[in-house]
Every structure is written in C-alpha cells, then in structure tokens.
C-alpha cells in the first residue's frame, strides 16, 4: 500500500476568501498581515500570480511573493517571473525586485534555470551602479544561489567599495560609509560565505547524515542561524517527505526532540520543542504522550513548516 500523498496546505474556505488572503499577503504592504497565510489551493496561488503580479510592481510585492513560493512551491510561475530579468535595472528598487525573483528561480528552478539566474546575478546584477546601495539583500540572493555562484564577485565588488571609502574620509558622513561597508563586509558577506560553505557541505552528504544537520539548522542550533538557512532547511526535510522519505525525517526530527523534553530543560528549549513538534505533525507524524506533554507547554508560535489549523498565535516564521 504507498504512503499517503504529502499536503503542502489543506485548503481551507471559499476560494474568493483564500484571493482575498493571498491579495492581502501580497499586495497589503504594511497593512496586509504578518505571516504569510495557509489554507490556500495552491492551484490558485499559480492562477493569482500569472494573472495579477507584473514587472512594474513595487519590490516589496517581490519580497511578499518570494514567501509564497517558498512556502507553496509554486514551479510553473518561474517562466513567467523569469521574463521579468530584462537587464534593465536602473535604480535600487528595481534591482531589489529583481533580487528576489533571481532567489525565487535558484531556491525553485531546476539546474539550468538556477544556473542563469547565477550568471545574471553576476553579470547584471554585482556590476550594477546602484548596487552599493543593496548589499544586504545581495548577501541574502547569493546565499539562494549557492552552489551556483561562489560569491567571488560579490566579494570583489564590496572589497573595492571598502578600499574606495577607506581611502577618502573627509567628513562624519565619510566615516559612517566606510563603516557600514565595513559591517556589511565582516557581518553580511561572512553569513553568505558561512551559508555557501554550509550548503555545499549538506549537499555532498548522505541523506541519513544531512537530515539531523538540516533538523538542527532548523531550530537555529547549526553552525549558522539565520531566518533564510533555517526555511532553506525546512523546505529540504519537506521535500524530502514529498518525494516519499517521510519515515527518516520524522524520525530525525523526534530524535531532536526527545533530548530537549526533561524537565529541567523544559524552559530554556520551549521554542526548539514548539518547533519540532509543529513540524512532525506538520509532516505526517504524531507526538508520543511525553512530546504531546511538552509541545502543550510550550505553547509555541506559528513555525514555517506549520499548516494553521487555528488562527496563529505570535507568529515565529513566515
């Protein structure tokens, strides 16, 4: 008899309610809700998206839609946002958008599709005027497309603005340009590198290896803990229960748990075990009577790999 086939949402409501949700998410802005809503027929997340969402959207519509697919895995949208990358980027935002299609194309694309968006990230994208102004979000789109970029020109491009601003300080604003470059280059550049090191390294592994590695990123407890490497790690174990592994990561994920319930230690690890527990339900799997216990008084908030079946409570993840 096969396993049950995994549910990325369980549709819940009209589908004019689940539009207005998905609208709302995408196009509210600072008025539309925290968290990325669930429930909705991700058919017709590919429906809004190819019929609503246009190049000349601001980039915070961008951001919001790259929490959807993430969230939906929404492949047949990518042709149509990849259309969007014309090379005619002529200011911060636009750029922006751009970045966050080229992180929907390498965290949903196939080999070739992730492979373009490197290249043009490093062609169109790094050599860019403007770009100065983006570095953050540039870390953040090179830790999506590692393997396929290496971030060496990304380095090269902050290292020369660093040596630039350090070699002409005149004034207070002078100082504080050389010293944001120089954070951005320790902090944000350091994080992709660790990112790209990380990624590389799971992907050489064995998936009975690379599972309780991904479970540790998960609940932010890895060598890096950033909110991309921990939905990067979760979408890993869900893909994983997709494509019929589900046995091994709900194990995985109750051996991470299972330490962490004494209690003693109840307290200190209330979000590791909310997180944990969220998830195997999530995935398929259900609590033993001492996991129940302390997923109850844990009393976690809403986590990426989480369907809400009530309305969520503090929401951790989007």
Not at 89 to 108: G, M, V, W
Not at 155 to 162: E, G, I, N, P, T
Not at 266 to 281: G, T, V
């Amino acid at each position: 008899m096969n396993p049950p086939t995994f549910k990325i949402t369980e549709s819940r409501g009209t589908l004019e309610d689940q539009t207005q949700r998905l609208r709302g998410y995408i196009y509210g802005g600072m008025y539309g809700p925290s968290r990325m809503p669930r429930g909705i027929e991700p058919t017709l997340v590919s429906e809004f998206i190819l019929k609503n969402v246009r190049a000349k959207d601001s980039h915070e519509v961008f951001s919001a839609l790259l929490d959807v697919l993430r969230f939906y895995e929404r492949l047949d949208v990518l042709p149509h946002l990849a259309l969007m990358l014309t090379r005619t980027e002529t200011d911060a935002p636009s750029i922006s958008r751009s970045c966050y299609i080229l992180q929907a194309l390498a965290d949903l694309g196939g080999p070739d599709q992730v492979k373009d968006a490197a290249a043009y990230f490093d062609a169109q994208i790094v050599p860019h005027p403007f770009a100065n102004k983006l570095y953050a979000l540039l870390c953040s789109t090179a830790c999506a497309l590692v393997p396929a970029t290496d971030l060496a020109k990304l380095s090269a491009r902050l290292d020369k603005d660093v040596k630039a601003a350090s070699a002409n300080v005149v004034t207070d604003d002078d100082v504080r340009r050389r010293e944001t470059l120089l954070s951005i280059q320790r902090r944000d550049l350091a994080v992709a590198q660790a990112t790209s090191a990380t990624k590389t390294k799971l992907a050489a592994a064995k998936p009975e290896d690379r599972r309780p590695q991904l479970v540790q990123l998960y609940i932010k407890r890895g060598p890096i803990a950033t909110a991309y490497i921990e939905v990067w790690s979760a979408r890993q174990l869900r893909r994983d229960v997709i494509t019929g592994n589900a046995p091994p990561v709900l194990r995985a994920l109750s051996d991470a748990l299972d330490p962490l319930i004494q209690p003693a230690k109840e307290p200190a690890n209330a979000f590791s075990i909310a997180r944990l527990s969220q998830a195997i339900l999530y995935l398929g799997g259900q609590l033993t009577p001492p996991q129940e216990t302390a997923y109850k008084k844990a009393q976690g908030g809403a986590n990426f790999l989480w369907d809400d079946p009530k309305p969520p409570v503090d929401p951790e993840n989007q």
